[in-house]
């Protein structure tokens, strides 16, 4: 049974470039919702998808969007990159709304440093 | 705003004592609380709780949520250096989405 997978495992960018994570939920999952995690900090929720929509938003610019596909798949894209954007970017896949199971699933993560 | 804080931030014990990590939150539209273990990277899901009551896991792991006073407590017994790691405790905010609340966490060393 296939868990949670994200690509890439690092990246290094410049800033103002743009750039684009990718999630695959676990087997089973319908549900993508991505969160940064910043160093010695908690995860902080950046959105959430399901049907292919966005469904909740926490408190990040419009820089960053995202995108869920018909297989349940997701990316995160960041636009103009900040040196504050270095982060643990984790994506976490879970059942939609309405299913009785709120558990989270974590994948390994995307590090990203910009310079 | 929703608010989660955990503590100790950091503790250090030996081998074979026993912790008890706090989590109290302040969230709208609650429905459970999470715990989860972090090693490397990816959190690990432990517990989910709904209900104020005792959940167990593994036998050494045990925790409780109290609904009415806003809070949780992880606790670990007989400690082994496999459970150095980071806890985070995160409520589950539902507004039509499910928005987990993360805590900084607390920061878990046992030495040998």
């Known amino acids: 049974d296939a868990g949670v997978t994200q690509s890439p495992t690092h990246l290094i960018k410049t800033r103002g470039q743009q750039v684009t994570l990718r999630c695959s939920p676990k087997?089973?999952?319908?549900?993508v919702s991505w969160y940064q995690q910043a160093l010695g900090q908690g995860p902080q929720f950046i959105f959430q998808?399901?049907?292919?929509?966005?469904?909740q938003r926490g408190n990040f610019p419009d820089r960053f969007s995202g995108h869920q596909f018909p297989n349940y798949s997701s990316e995160l894209n960041v636009n103009a990159l900040l040196l504050g954007d270095s982060a643990l970017y984790l994506c976490?896949?879970?059942?939609?709304?309405?299913?009785?199971?709120?558990?989270?699933?974590f994948g390994p993560g995307t590090r990203l440093t910009v310079t | 705003e929703d608010k989660v804080v955990q503590s100790p931030l950091s503790l250090v014990v030996h081998e074979g004592d026993t912790v008890t990590l706090n989590c109290s939150y302040e969230?709208?539209?609650?429905?459970?609380l999470l715990w989860y273990k972090q090693e490397k990277k990816a959190p690990t899901f432990l517990f989910m709780l709904?209900?104020?009551?005792i959940e167990k896991k593994s036998g050494r792991l045990s925790s409780i949520l109290d609904k009415k006073e806003l809070f949780s407590i992880l606790n670990i017994t007989a400690t082994q250096t496999g459970d150095s790691a980071i806890y985070l405790c995160?409520?589950?905010?539902?507004?039509?989405?499910?928005?987990?609340?993360f805590g900084q966490g607390t920061r878990l060393t046992i030495n040998p």
């Open positions: 976490a896949s879970s059942l939609k709304p309405g299913q009785g199971r709120y558990e989270q699933y």
């Open positions: 087997s089973g999952h319908d549900t």
């Open positions: 998808y399901y049907e292919e929509e966005e469904r």
């Open positions: 969230v709208t539209n609650f429905r459970s």
């Open positions: 709904t209900s104020s009551g």
């Open positions: 995160a409520p589950h905010a539902s507004q039509g989405a499910q928005k987990l609340v």
